[in-house]
């Protein structure tokens, strides 16, 4: 099993920004991959950007040019830097880590707020 924990949300104003972590616990189970992911009040959960262990990478179009995601391998974590953040990306971010046996962990969310 694989246990996640994420840190780094928080308020900011619009045009700020934001690095979130997301740190794996070790584990017998090999990572394929790693994301985030945003959940806003009212609206379902969404990808936001996603890493392969081998390093590639995909985005969604609201936050392409915007934010950034990256992986230590050596430490299991994983980075999402959020620059020139809008009120529309206020949501709560869930770090996702899917198996090589394709089970998905989710992590418990950190709440960003984007202050217009």
């Known amino acids: 099993q694989v246990q996640l924990v994420e840190s780094g949300g928080g308020l900011v104003q619009a045009g700020g920004a934001l690095r979130l972590s997301c740190l794996a616990s070790?584990?017998?189970?090999?990572?394929?991959?790693m994301g985030w992911y945003r959940q806003a009040p009212g609206k379902q959960r969404e990808l936001v950007a996603v890493i392969t262990t081998p390093g590639s990478t995909d985005y969604a179009d609201s936050v392409k040019g915007r934010f950034t995601i990256s992986r230590d391998n050596a430490e299991n974590t994983v980075y999402l830097q959020m620059n020139n953040l809008k009120s529309e990306d206020t949501a709560v971010y869930y770090c996702k880590a899917t198996t090589v046996n394709i089970i998905s962990y989710w992590g418990r969310g950190t709440q960003v707020t984007v202050s217009s």
């Open positions: 070790r584990s017998d189970e090999s990572i394929l991959a």
